[in-house]
């Protein structure tokens, strides 16, 4: 075992500044006595903060009274014939960690036959800040899913049950509330997470693996991540670490400002952690303070990102906005006139600059509000009024399983690198040339639908309309994968 003994950097430091100041005393002691000892400086009571250098300690010290420690307990039935329960891992994304450290309620188990059930406590710990003297506290959703008693712990240690107001699992926020406050509460300021910069300094607080009050300090090491957590993906990456335990504490700026709830971690990855902007949360908190819950609105479109590709077969000029797929029978969309091939580049006045921008911009609005959608179609750009409706939930995933026919005769496309085969009167993918100009954007099953806006009748038909595309550009084919249409750009050999 290396049993080097390690110096702490302040010390290194300053016995490095002690030789200068002795060499410095003592040549000045030289020129006035050559028997006079050399002068020792007094050491700091507290090392000087360097020019350009954050104050950490001086921040940590304001606001780490503002960070609780919340302590969740879920009652678990379990058949006395079971055994003790073994926990799975529940690291990516959201869920945190094992018992007592986070959110770790996976169980198996084996045995069967008879036996009574029993009653298991099991403990799992968050994080959380304070936003007013009321007693609400932040968290995520995640954090207090399914407790059955929730518990409050403050900097200095006092402790407080805590109800649930309400919370928003699209977003993974939660708001409680403190049961008989006391009149003293530490406040955490909230900032504005759209100024934060990339490459800012940033600090986490939290209750990592129940070691409370934890500060890790780091930059911003990104912004607008989508990290297929939810339809309302806008993360800020960093490096400050982040742990299970860490989930709904606050990342402060160095303003000493909540600018994102620390959220998710990459169990792959050193130094990649995940905060929701504070500005999104801002933009709920009202509603789960009145109602507990969030409506939101929502159009009635199934949209697509845009790729250069896409962007160009569309006669656009850069990829930009979010291209409609399909539109809802009855829907907002469908009412105003939105159509499939559309691109909506812009929401009241307001960029869409990737497709991910559009759902989030739609949900800052109520039910029932009106807003001005700006489509582009055809080099066209219209404005659209479309009042929306009410966002309801959403079931099923995005995969869409893959079919093949195998009973037509095939055709071979080179410009596209694909083979086709006719089945049911549809056009179906059957092999995707390695490195071709589909690799990466067809796959074996896709239904071929149009190409250039009219419809494929068959395989024949399909080499007439791609041949009679214009050479300049991409062509555009509208493919349905699954249950699930899209619009592909393919640049041809």
Same mark, same amino acid.
Request: glycine content about 14%; hydrophobic content about 40%; charged content about 20%.
């Given at each position: 075992?290396?049993?080097?003994?390690?110096?702490?950097?302040?010390?290194?430091?300053?016995?490095?500044?002690?030789?200068?100041?002795?060499?410095?005393?003592?040549?000045?002691?030289?020129?006035?006595?050559?028997?006079?000892?050399?002068?020792?400086?007094?050491?700091?009571?507290?090392?000087?903060?360097?020019?350009?250098?954050?104050?950490?300690?001086?921040?940590?010290?304001?606001?780490?009274?503002?960070?609780?420690?919340?302590?969740?307990?879920?009652?678990?039935?379990?058949?006395?014939?079971?055994?003790?329960?073994?926990?799975?891992?529940?690291?990516?994304?959201?869920?945190?960690?094992?018992?007592?450290?986070?959110?770790?309620?996976?169980?198996?188990?084996?045995?069967?036959?008879?036996?009574?059930?029993?009653?298991?406590?099991?403990?799992?710990?968050?994080?959380?800040?304070?936003?007013?003297?009321?007693?609400?506290?932040?968290?995520?959703?995640?954090?207090?899913?399914?407790?059955?008693?929730?518990?409050?712990?403050?900097?200095?240690?006092?402790?407080?049950?805590?109800?649930?107001?309400?919370?928003?699992?699209?977003?993974?926020?939660?708001?409680?509330?403190?049961?008989?406050?006391?009149?003293?509460?530490?406040?955490?300021?909230?900032?504005? /997470?759209?100024?934060?910069?990339?490459?800012?300094?940033?600090?986490?607080?939290?209750?990592?693996?129940?070691?409370?009050?934890?500060?890790?300090?780091?930059?911003?090491?990104?912004?607008?991540?989508?990290?297929?957590?939810?339809?309302?993906?806008?993360?800020?990456?960093?490096?400050?670490?982040?742990?299970?335990?860490? /989930?709904?504490?606050?990342?402060?700026?160095?303003?000493?400002?909540?600018?994102?709830?620390?959220?998710?971690?990459?169990?792959?990855?050193?130094?990649?952690?995940?905060?929701?902007?504070?500005?999104?949360?801002?933009?709920?908190?009202?509603?789960?303070?009145?109602?507990?819950?969030?409506?939101?609105?929502?159009?009635?479109?199934?949209?697509?990102?845009?790729?250069?590709?896409?962007?160009?077969?569309?006669?656009?000029?850069?990829?930009?906005?979010?291209?409609?797929?399909?539109?809802?029978?009855?829907?907002?969309?469908?009412?105003?006139?939105?159509?499939?091939?559309?691109?909506?580049?812009?929401?009241?006045?307001?960029?869409?600059?990737?497709?991910?921008?559009?759902?989030?911009?739609?949900?800052?609005?109520?039910?029932?509000?009106?807003?001005?959608?700006?489509?582009?179609?055809?080099?066209?750009?219209?404005?659209?009024?479309?009042?929306?409706?009410?966002?309801?939930?959403?079931?099923?995933?995005?995969?869409? /399983?893959?079919?093949?026919?195998?009973?037509?005769?095939?055709?071979?496309? /080179?410009?596209?690198?694909?083979?086709?085969?006719?089945?049911?009167?549809?056009?179906?993918?059957?092999?995707?040339?390695?490195?071709?100009?589909?690799?990466?954007?067809?796959?074996?099953?896709?239904?071929?639908?149009?190409?250039?806006?009219?419809?494929?009748?068959?395989?024949?038909?399909?080499?007439?309309?791609?041949?009679?595309?214009?050479?300049?550009?991409?062509?555009?084919?509208?493919?349905?994968?699954?249950?699930?249409?899209?619009?592909?750009?393919?640049?041809?050999?």
């Amino acid at each position: 075992m290396n049993t080097r003994k390690l110096i702490p950097a302040a010390v290194v430091l300053f016995a490095a500044g002690a030789g200068l100041a002795a060499e410095t005393g003592c040549q000045h002691a030289a020129r006035a006595s050559q028997d006079a000892p050399p002068q020792t400086p007094a050491p700091f009571a507290t090392p000087p903060v360097l020019p350009g250098t954050p104050d950490i300690a001086t921040l940590a010290a304001r606001v780490r009274p503002a960070v609780v420690n919340i302590t969740t307990i879920h009652a678990v039935h379990m058949r006395q014939d079971m055994g003790f329960p073994g926990f799975g891992d529940v690291f990516p994304f959201f869920h945190q960690g094992q018992p007592g450290q986070g959110q770790g309620r996976h169980f198996g188990g084996g045995g069967g036959g008879g036996g009574e059930d029993e009653v298991m406590k099991q403990q799992a710990l968050g994080s959380g800040f304070l936003i007013d003297e009321q007693g609400h506290v932040v968290t995520n959703a995640h954090v207090i899913d399914d407790a059955d008693v929730v518990k409050v712990k403050l900097a200095d240690d006092r402790e407080f049950r805590a109800k649930v107001v309400g919370k928003d699992d699209r977003l993974d926020v939660a708001l409680l509330k403190l049961d008989d406050p006391p009149h003293d509460l530490p406040v955490a300021a909230l900032g504005a /997470s759209e100024a934060t910069r990339v490459g800012e300094y940033v600090v986490a607080i939290g209750n990592p693996f129940g070691l409370g009050n934890t500060v890790t300090m780091g930059i911003v090491s990104a912004k607008g991540r989508t990290i297929g957590a939810g339809p309302y993906d806008d993360f800020i990456q960093t490096d400050a670490s982040i742990n299970p335990g860490n /989930s709904g504490g606050p990342l402060f700026n160095l303003r000493g400002q909540v600018v994102g709830i620390n959220t998710a971690i990459n169990p792959q990855g050193k130094g990649i952690g995940f905060a929701i902007p504070i500005d999104a949360v801002r933009d709920v908190l009202p509603q789960l303070l009145s109602t507990g819950h969030v409506a939101r609105g929502r159009l009635g479109v199934l949209i697509q990102g845009m790729d250069d590709d896409l962007a160009r077969a569309l006669g656009m000029d850069r990829p930009h906005g979010a291209l409609v797929e399909s539109v809802e029978p009855g829907s907002p969309a469908e009412k105003a006139g939105l159509k499939s091939g559309d691109v909506i580049v812009a929401v009241d006045g307001q960029d869409i600059a990737r497709s991910e921008d559009l759902p989030r911009r739609v949900a800052r609005h109520a039910p029932g509000i009106m807003v001005k959608v700006t489509v582009l179609h055809d080099k066209q750009k219209r404005d659209v009024d479309v009042t929306l409706a009410a966002l309801k939930d959403e079931k099923g995933g995005d995969e869409a /399983s893959e079919k093949s026919g195998v009973n037509a005769a095939p055709g071979e496309h /080179s410009s596209l690198g694909i083979s086709v085969l006719e089945e049911d009167g549809q056009v179906v993918v059957s092999r995707v040339a390695p490195d071709g100009p589909a690799d990466g954007k067809l796959r074996q099953g896709d239904v071929i639908q149009e190409v250039g806006g009219q419809r494929v009748s068959n395989a024949g038909d399909l080499a007439a309309k791609v041949h009679a595309a214009p050479a300049d550009k991409p062509v555009l084919l509208l493919v349905k994968r699954g249950e699930q249409s899209m619009f592909v750009g393919i640049e041809r050999k």
